[in-house]
């Protein structure tokens, strides 16, 4: 559940919803949005800071850090992991180069179709 925080926070910054220096909403703010522990928030606000998304202020909060930079940079590394689990498995199945690309527009054209681009 933390990486999907992670990820929602990141695409949030990166889309420029949440702003460079805008706060965030409290650790016990998003756990109870969420429905999951404090722990778990707390553990993605760590690795989001770790990646430069988001500073912490002690006893201010967090905030979006002020270069996006870091947060695109961050998706980025999460999408080539993706990528490679995918690539991996079309290998496993023995997927040509033209049925993977053709994998991956029928994907695209099903979401935008479907209005699911997150």
Do not use: C
């Amino acid at each position: 559940m933390y990486r999907q925080i992670v990820e929602q926070v990141s695409a949030k910054v990166v889309a420029g919803d949440w702003a460079p220096g805008e706060a965030l909403p409290s650790i016990r703010e998003l756990a109870a949005a969420n429905g999951v522990s404090v722990i778990t928030v707390k553990r993605a606000y760590l690795e989001l800071e770790h990646a430069g998304v988001i500073v912490t202020r002690h006893g201010k909060g967090s905030f979006v850090a002020e270069s996006t930079e870091a947060s695109r940079a961050h998706l980025r590394a999460e999408l080539m992991q993706h990528l490679d689990q995918a690539l991996a498995r079309a290998e496993r199945l023995d997927l040509s180069e033209a049925e993977w690309q053709q994998l991956v527009q029928t994907r695209r054209a099903a979401r935008a179709t479907d209005g699911d681009t997150a």
